[in-house]
């Protein structure tokens, strides 16, 4: 993997962190995710994905599409065909963010757990300070 030396995403105007937005966006993950698997059709790309909004996906397709990770190929037949697969460049993309999706499946319950002993951890501290505070007052 070619690595530019005039890009670094920690730079605040640096382009990759548009391609990174696009490709890590809710959306975004969830569609080169099931592009991974094979090629799709509108409907049934929606149906893989799973609570995308037409409007959603088409936006996120076409995103994608234009940063070259998507092809969108129209079926000249009756009705209308349109297949979505991926293009080097987004199998490439898509193996790093579906690598991130599966680590997060695996993970979940530890960052749960972790989530539950902040809040637990916080809400002693505020009951804490507020007794404090009342105190203080009186």
Not at 25 to 34: C, K, N
Not at 82 to 100: F, H, I, K, M, N
Not at 120 to 137: Q, S
Request: charged share 30%; net charge positive.
């Amino acid at each position: 993997m070619e690595v530019s030396t005039k890009t670094s995403v920690k730079a605040p105007m640096c382009p990759s962190r548009g391609v990174l937005e696009h490709v890590t966006s809710r959306w975004g993950v969830l569609v080169l995710a099931a592009l991974v698997e094979r090629s799709y059709r509108f409907s049934e790309l929606r149906r893989e994905v799973g609570g995308v909004s037409e409007k959603m996906l088409a936006q996120t397709l076409q995103t994608l599409e234009r940063d070259g990770f998507v092809l969108r190929v129209a079926q000249p037949v009756i009705p209308p065909r349109v297949d979505y697969s991926l293009t080097p460049l987004g199998r490439e993309a898509a193996e790093q963010v579906w690598a991130l999706a599966r680590w997060t499946e695996r993970r979940t319950d530890a960052v749960q757990a972790a989530r539950s002993a902040y809040d637990e951890t916080r809400a002693a501290h505020d009951e804490t300070r507020a007794a404090h505070d009342e105190a203080r007052t009186r």
